[in-house]
């Protein structure tokens, strides 16, 4: 059972332009939305993340838009740039900090020049 | 300051075999998290150990392991090694167990199993 469900699998998105990738869960237990960035040959590095009290996060060029109601969650990446193609990971971990965290399959994302 | 250091980096073992990989958290992290990264699974956790008490397990089998010393190094240790068992595996430090404490990850071990 697929616990948070991330879409597209791959997104080639033209220098310059918005990078968008989704993310929805079913576990009203989740408390903390975290989205991860990783590189080839490298762990995972913490983008951004938000607090289901808060709908919309920004820190630069990246934001978290967060829909609780809908039990969806999504990053916007503003003014995409070569260097952010890397994979993209959504996660999301329950109160208490029960279970760890519980990822969506990824995104990769390529940035074309 | 460094970051979270995992020993080996590669590792090729056969079926049958165990294994044990190495952490070093970030100065000061009291808590180690490790994490199976494979292309059809993705990233999945496998357990949690803060102050040398293992906090929470994944769903994995007793086959996989972990401790954690004094110095808040952690070990995990894969007995009897399957096949299936290949993958990346990813050790985070935190500076403290808990939801929204940020965990910070190691470059992984890569596990071949033959």
């Known amino acids: 059972q697929q616990q948070v469900k991330q879409s597209p699998q791959s997104l080639i998105v033209q220098k310059g332009g918005i990078s968008i990738i989704n993310c929805a869960y079913e576990?009203?237990?989740?408390?903390?939305f975290p989205w991860y960035q990783q590189f080839p040959g490298k762990g995972p590095a913490l983008l951004i993340a938000?607090?289901?009290?808060?709908s919309e996060k920004k820190e630069g060029r990246f934001t978290i838009s967060f829909n609780k109601s809908a039990k969806q969650f999504s990053l916007h990446i503003m003014d995409s740039q070569p260097g952010d193609s890397a994979t993209y990971f959504c996660?999301?971990?329950?109160?208490?900090?029960?279970?760890?965290?519980?990822f969506g399959k990824g995104t990769h994302l390529i940035i074309q020049p | 300051k460094a970051g979270v250091t995992q020993t080996p980096r590669y590792l090729i073992k056969t079926r049958g075999q165990q294994v044990t990989l190495s952490c070093s958290p970030i100065?000061?992290?009291?808590?180690v998290s490790w994490y199976q990264q494979t292309p059809g699974q993705g990233l999945q956790f496998l357990f949690e150990?803060?102050?040398?008490?293992?906090?929470n397990k994944g769903n994995f089998p007793g086959r996989f392991s972990g401790r954690q010393f004094s110095n808040s190094r952690s070990e995990m240790n894969v007995s009897t090694l399957e096949l299936g068992d290949s993958a990346l595996y990813l050790c985070?430090?935190?500076?403290?167990?808990?939801?929204?404490?940020?965990?910070?990850f190691g470059p992984g071990t890569r596990l071949t199993v033959l």
């Open positions: 985070a430090s935190s500076r403290a167990s808990g939801v929204y404490n940020e965990q910070f």
């Open positions: 576990n009203t237990a989740f408390d903390y």
């Open positions: 938000i607090r289901p009290d808060v």
């Open positions: 996660a999301a971990r329950k109160g208490g900090g029960a279970d760890g965290l519980t």
């Open positions: 100065s000061g992290h009291r808590s």
């Open positions: 150990y803060f102050s040398e008490t293992q906090r």
